[in-house]
């Protein structure tokens, strides 16, 4: 498995040469606001550069464990209004996700997720970006905090 980083963040449709040869292309994920990683990688299950479809579901969550395998555990914290008391009430779920190779995340993070099909017993949600690569995230999901 390879990854090369970037000087500057390709576009969709941009084709990268990698050392051995193989020519890697930027494919576009259908979320027009989501710029693509500066970095490509020939991991087939990569939703940028291999042949992983997204649906548009996504979410905003924070990396909690960073695990083998290409996997990361993640916090998703959201807040759900309960019409009996009038309130709303924070809920939070973990949520085990897969995470690219050309998408470094470290615990702390902020990353937006995809779902997915299924890839294991537990994960059905890929990291498309991190939420620096994201534009107009705020007008589109926005929540009460
Ligand atoms: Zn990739």
């Known amino acids: ?34 710029l693509p990683p500066a970095a490509v990688c020939d991991d087939p299950l990569c939703p940028w550069h291999g042949h992983l479809k ?14 083998m395998h290409k996997a990361a555990v993640v916090t998703h914290e959201w807040v759900q209004y309960i019409s009996k008391y009038n309130r709303y009430e924070r809920r939070r779920r973990r949520m085990r996700v897969r995470v690219p190779e050309c998408i470094e995340v470290k615990p702390g993070d902020k990353v937006i997720i995809a779902e997915t099909r299924p ?18 995230w705020k007008a589109k999901h926005e929540t009460l905090q």
Do not use: C, F, H, N
């Open 1 to 34: 498995m390879t990854v090369v980083k970037l000087q500057s963040r390709p576009k969709t449709g941009d084709v990268i040469a990698l050392p051995q040869g193989k020519k890697i292309r930027v494919r576009d994920v259908g979320i027009p606001y989501v």
């Open 54 to 67: 997204v649906r548009l579901k996504l979410l905003e969550v924070t990396v909690e464990k960073v695990r």
């Open 119 to 136: 890839l294991s017993k537990t994960i059905a949600w890929v990291v498309v970006g991190r939420k620096e690569d994201v534009t107009e």
